[in-house]
RNA sequence: GGGGGAGUGUCCCGAGCGGCAAAGGGGGCGGACUGUAAAUCCGCUGGCUUCGCCUUCGUAGGUUCGAGUCCUACCUCCCCCA
């Protein structure tokens, strides 16, 4: 298993983030030799990354843990172009306002994971917008598009996908590898970058980035990709129905984001323990072997570390604490998520499930409801037409709506 | 340039004699069973002021009491010929 020399690809290796390596022994020798800079491109397409990048922040992270220098390439200039990798269709395109705020929601997220300054191993946030920007169609065509053919782009997967699906690729979207290819070589001239890491879907992309540091300026670099994560059954990581699981607090709770984790299926645990903590493996190689019900311990342990590391220590115990009375006691926990409402005018049933997320219609909360899927203050109601008023409020002033076993809310009086 | 085929419920795949809110899967959600797991079984899966009304089948028109279904034009994709 570690036939590596280098901590840094020793770690990553057994904990299970290695997919591809384009040279596998020449990054590993790279990287014993002394501190390496290496990159991870982030597009800015929504205002949160979601636990599907998680995998890459921890990359970077354990880059940084193992002596080196990573960078968090934000892809404001890419963002405006659209990576076609692994899409049927073209996603609709952003406007440069929209592209900038959601720059402003990801990169926070990022000071949580790594440390940021001057030193040789402190990490750098960079946006590929700097240059992409100025580029200059023409020059760029001369000087970088004699490194690419279309008879090697046409075999990549990206674009081999969308053909074989009878997808339109546009011209703007086939330009996006190239573009990738040109951020390495930026980061390889301007930081002495030498490593690209990303998703399985980004090899190409990453590829590309290599042979052009080649041909142009005779650079060796290397990429390294990450298994496509999905859960045991299948699902892509990061999805629930309500959602994607984002890493915002804004967009969800770490009340939620803990319960994501707890709710992990028991084949994953292991899995799970290796990329999303940073527990020592013979600690997880302990929790994934417990049997039957008391593999639940080794969920809490998992959602308390990945909380942890989001969101702080403090919420991970709140957290913890919440899921314990809400669950285990039953009870009517203050953590829990909350809403206010006009309970002085009253506020229907319906429209309270809306308010709450458990419905996007009151269509769909009304079936809930016929579904024997609402309760309030944990007493199972029928009747959609019901009105919540001051008179519901429990002990502790809030009233407890709830749906399913797993989600609940207080709402409270505005 | 010529000939043929396709585009269906805004998650996906996919049936659809002119009466269709539109078969069936998958996925998702809820219920039962459990361990806040998986598997299995059951229900739900367009919106609303729900005995009814409104909006959906690539786009825009037309025929018809009535169109996803027929006609015309346009858009996109695939195949064959040139």
């Known amino acids: ?3 590596f020399k280098s901590e840094f690809l020793n770690t990553l290796a057994t904990r299970g983030f290695v997919h591809q390596i384009s040279d596998a022994e020449g ?5 014993v030799a002394g501190p390496i800079t290496g990159y991870i491109g982030f597009d800015a397409t929504a205002s949160s990354l979601h636990a599907g990048s998680l995998v ?20 404001g200039g890419t963002t405006k172009i659209g990576d076609p990798s692994g899409k049927d269709e073209a996603r609709k395109l952003l406007t440069v306002a929209q592209i900038n705020a959601n720059l402003d929601g990801i990169s926070r997220v990022f000071g949580r994971f790594l440390r940021f300054g001057q030193g040789p191993t402190d990490a750098l946030m960079i946006n590929n917008a700097d240059w992409l920007d100025r580029l200059n169609y023409i020059d760029f ?5 004699t490194h690419f053919t279309i008879n090697r782009m046409l075999s990549f997967d990206s674009v081999k996908l969308r053909l074989d699906r009878e997808q339109p690729l546009t011209l703007l979207e086939f330009n996006y590898m190239i573009l990738q290819a040109y951020d390495f070589l930026e980061l390889s001239r301007r930081q002495a970058c030498v490593l690209q890491m990303g998703g399985s879907d980004q090899w190409g992309n990453i ?3 290599i042979e052009l540091g080649r041909r142009v300026d005779g650079r060796q670099l290397h990429g390294l990709t990450t298994p496509l994560l999905t859960t045991a059954s299948g699902a892509k990581m990061g999805k629930t129905a309500a959602g994607a699981v984002w890493l915002s607090a804004d967009l969800l709770s770490p009340y939620d984001y803990w319960q994501y984790w707890r709710n992990a299926e028991d084949a994953d645990v292991g899995r799970f323990l290796k990329l999303y903590t940073e527990l020592p493996l ?7 072997a417990l049997g039957g019900s008391e593999i639940n311990e080794a969920k809490k342990l998992l959602a308390n570390e990945a909380t942890a590391l989001l969101h702080g220590h403090a919420a991970a ?3 913890a604490e919440t899921a314990r009375q809400t669950f285990e006691e039953g009870a009517s926990a203050a953590g829990l998520p909350t809403i206010s409402l006009d309970l002085k005018a009253g506020v229907g049933l319906l429209q309270a499930c809306v308010t709450a997320g458990f419905a996007s219609s009151n269509g769909e909360a009304r079936r809930h409801v016929q579904g024997g899927a609402i309760r309030v203050n944990d007493l199972a109601v029928s009747d959609e037409k019901m009105t919540l008023g001051l008179g519901h ?7 407890k709506l709830s749906m399913g076993k797993k989600k609940h809310v207080l709402i409270k009086p505005l």
């Open 27 to 31: 990054l590993d020798a790279a990287a």
């Open 393 to 399: 409020l429990n002990a502790d002033g809030a009233i």
């Open 56 to 75: 890459q922040i921890m990359m970077l992270r354990w880059m940084q843990k193992t002596g080196h220098r990573p960078i968090a390439l934000m892809g």
């Open 317 to 319: 115990v709140a957290a």
């Open 207 to 209: 590829v590309n980035g």
């Open 1 to 3: 298993m570690s036939q």
């Open 141 to 145: 065509l001369r000087d970088y598009g």
């Open 282 to 288: 013979a600690e997880i190689a302990r929790l994934a």
